[in-house]
């Protein structure tokens, strides 16, 4: 029997169940289809998709001889028509439970109609079944700390180990990973974004995991500062499923079993990883996230659209330095330190009383990691209207947070005068015609304004909501 790979995240060897099942079931042609949803995602997540899908396709060709097939269109109009093409008995694809996701695969069901070749989910995505994870009422949980727990006593499912052996079938068509335009929409900005980013694929994921979980220990006190390289840079390859997170699990729960010195820092590195658990199992309990607010209340929170102070958000020009520096080293890296992203989403939905939604497209945009899940719930927890969100009332002083996590300025610096400066220079609009960064005379006026005006509006929606 043969059997099509249909690819969608999940470029690695490693844990991979749809793999496992396509290769069990005989010859296996991998094939990533560029659709309509895959072109509607935001640009810098596009560029990395594309970053992926080329290092898994070298990968491939090392492993089995053979690239993989890249079409464009619909899975539902190739797919039928390929399976048929080659015998194939199954279509095997990791699921990533997203709306446009699904709704793709419910086409493709209909397309296939009742004949022989089925469609065939795994799970890989998460460390664990949702089935596995309920609340005392069999409900999915809304507050973290108890579905941590929960997700600890039940334990992450079991990594699979990478095929020993891939009998591989030959590409189809004429086209390469590297053929495809992944991101046109970028102009100049890729060629910046090229020259920041980090290594990408499995291999680099490995690598950079076990680099980190050696410097570990530092993580529990310098994870909030931006101006330390501390944090894992695991983000990028979760949201491309260059590695899994049921193996990231294993290796650093691995190596605190052997070394007791890096017990504290990977139990703070895998409550993070429960953190994006979380926001999945949220998303699937609720996968209207990124659009309505959790809490429906909150629809009526006096929220502008569209504004002119949004906008000078958008381009890094609101005066405010950490605010400022966040949203250059996004647009010039495609990432950004957590501390500083939500310093940057309560600026916007709190001191702006900006939409959520406004700043959850940005950065679904501008962000090499995107993750349609955990994008949706910190904007909302940010905002206060998600599940064990931020109270509002919780606004955070860029200029507090700024002395506090960089202390020295140097984060600041680099992306307000420094190289970062320069590089994010080269990836604006001419039209943009930015002038050179400066501090706001009067930020501690601005800053107290926007608080208070943020706290009045609670007050005035409190009322209301009574």
Known sequence: MTSILWLCRDFRFDDNAA??????????????????????????????????????????QVRTGENITVLEGEAADLLPGLAARIGASAIHQNDWPTTATKAAQDALRRAL???????????????I????????????????????????????????????????????????????????DMYRGAAVLAKQALPAGEAAAFARLADFIAHVPDYPAHRDRPDIDATSGMSEHLALGEISPRR??????????????????????????????????????????????????????PWLGANPAALAWSRAETGIALVDAGLREMRVTGRMHNRVRMVVASWLTKHLLTDWRIGLAHFEDSLTDWDPAANAMNWQWVAGCGPDASPFFRIFNPEKQAASFDPKSLYRDHWLTGEGAKAWRETVPAS???????????????????????????????????
């Open 19 to 60: 793999l496992t099942a396509a290769v069990r079931d005989g010859p296996v042609l991998p094939v990533f289809v560029m659709d309509a949803a895959t072109r509607a995602q935001g640009a810098a997540s596009r560029w990395r998709l594309g970053r992926a899908l080329e290092c898994f396709d070298a990968a491939w």
């Open 113 to 127: 109609g009742p004949g022989p070749v089925r469609l065939h989910l795994h799970e890989g995505h998460l460390l």
């Open 129 to 184: 079944h949702p089935a596995r994870v309920k609340t005392g009422a069999g409900g999915s949980f809304r507050v973290y700390t108890p579905f941590a727990r929960a997700v600890r006593v039940a334990g992450p499912d079991r990594p699979l180990p990478p095929p020993a052996i891939i009998s591989a079938l030959p590409a189809i068509g004429a086209r390469r990973a590297g053929e495809l335009t992944f991101a046109p």
């Open 248 to 301: 990231i699990w294993a290796m650093a729960s691995l190596r605190a079993g052997i070394d007791p010195a890096l017990a504290s820092g990977v139990e703070k590195f895998l409550s993070e990883i429960l953190w994006r658990e979380f926001a999945w199992h949220l998303l699937l309990a609720f996968p209207q996230m990124a659009e309505t607010p959790w809490r429906a209340d909150w629809a009526r929170f």
């Open 432 to 466: 943009w015609n930015p002038p050179e960064h400066r501090a706001l005379p009067d930020s501690a006026a601005l800053l107290d304004q926007g608080r208070k005006r943020a706290l009045s509006a609670l007050e005035a929606f409190n009322r209301n909501s009574q």
